[in-house]
T-cell receptor, first 113, second 112 residues
Framework: KAGVTQTPRYLIKTRGQQVTLSCSPISGHRSVSWYQQTPGQGLQFLFEYFSETQRNKGNFPGRFSGRQFSNSRSEMNVSTLELGDSALYLCASSSGVSNYGYTFGSGTRLTVV | EDKVVQSPLSLVVHEGDTVTLNCSYEVTNFRSLLWYKQEKKAPTFLFML????IEKKSGRLSSILDKKELSSILNITATQTGDSAIYLCAVEGTSGTYKYIFGTGTRLKVLA
């Protein structure tokens, strides 16, 4: 059973650019959540998608957006990149039913220069 | 505002020592508490706790939830260098949605 796949693994972008990250969940999982991880802040919740609908959203500016496709794959977009957006972006999938927790992908390491 | 606090922030021990990691939370409508181990990138699942006072155990690791104290502990006995990692606590607590709030983690280093 394949795990959660995130692409790309690493990314270097310049301030002001935009970036799109991709996440393919475990087969059969309908919920995809995105987290930003930085050394000082830990894992910060960005948003959760379930059956193509955003079900929950964290406290991030509108530059951070996402979507989910009918096959449950999800993309996250960050526009007008800032230096502070440098982080590890983790995607986690679940069945969408509580009490089953998350399975995480290996993340995308984004560096903004 | 919902929050999860872990302590200590970091810990250095020697192989064979026993460690106890703490997680306390303030969340609305608690549903579950999870522990994860993060060695390089992808956090890996350790335990899910929903009922107070019931210990979950896996090898040298064990965890217990205390709903009265709004806290959980993760114990690791006979530590090994392979236990070196960040240990993350997450709590699901938002009514009607399935959002996990994470603590900043405890960084454990086990010296040979």
């Amino acid at each position: 059973k394949a795990g959660v796949t995130q692409t790309p693994r690493y990314l270097i972008k310049t301030r002001g650019q935009q970036v799109t990250l991709s996440c393919s969940p475990i087969s059969g999982h309908r919920s995809v959540s995105w987290y930003q991880q930085t050394p000082g802040q830990g894992l910060q919740f960005l948003f959760e998608y379930f059956s193509e609908t955003q079900r929950n959203k964290g406290n991030f500016p509108g530059r951070f957006s996402g979507r989910q496709f009918s096959n449950s794959r999800s993309e996250m977009n960050v526009s007008t990149l800032e230096l502070g957006d440098s982080a590890l972006y983790l995607c986690a999938s679940s069945s969408g039913v509580s009490n089953y927790g998350y399975t995480f992908g290996s993340g995308t390491r984004l560096t903004v220069v | 505002e919902d929050k999860v606090v872990q302590s200590p922030l970091s810990l250095v021990v020697h192989e064979g020592d026993t460690v106890t990691l703490n997680c306390s939370y303030e969340v609305t409508n608690f549903r579950s508490l999870l522990w994860y181990k993060q060695e390089k990138k992808a956090p890996t699942f350790l335990f899910m706790l929903t009922s107070s006072g019931i210990e979950k155990k896996s090898g040298r690791l064990s965890s217990i939830l205390d709903k009265k104290e709004l806290s959980s502990i993760l114990n690791i006995t006979a530590t090994q260098t392979g236990d070196s990692a960040i240990y993350l606590c997450a709590v699901e607590g938002t009514s009607g949605t399935y959002k996990y709030i994470f603590g900043t983690g405890t960084r454990l280093k086990v010296l040979a």
